[in-house]
């Protein structure tokens, strides 16, 4: 699995050759990682089903899944 590492001026990011693959559903899916982004309890997004708010990643399996992320 090649990693590579990049950084220019004040801001860098990780690119990935990285696939992984669901267990929950009852047909696998496979998701491939192009970039890492921020940590779970940083990285917010817009949680369409519950009223369009924002919400932390960390927040969402907290609440939705009723899940602890480490």
Do not use: C
Request: hydrophobic residues 30%; glycine residues 2%; charged residues 30%.
């Amino acid at each position: 699995m090649p990693i590579y590492i990049y950084q220019h001026k004040s801001s860098s990011f990780v690119k990935l050759d990285l696939r992984v693959r669901s267990q929950d559903a009852d047909k696998p899916i496979v998701y491939d990682i192009q970039k890492l982004g921020l940590s779970a309890s940083r990285q917010e997004f817009e949680w369409k089903s519950n009223n369009k708010r924002m919400t932390t990643v960390e927040n969402y399996y907290k609440e939705h899944y009723n899940l602890t992320l480490k």
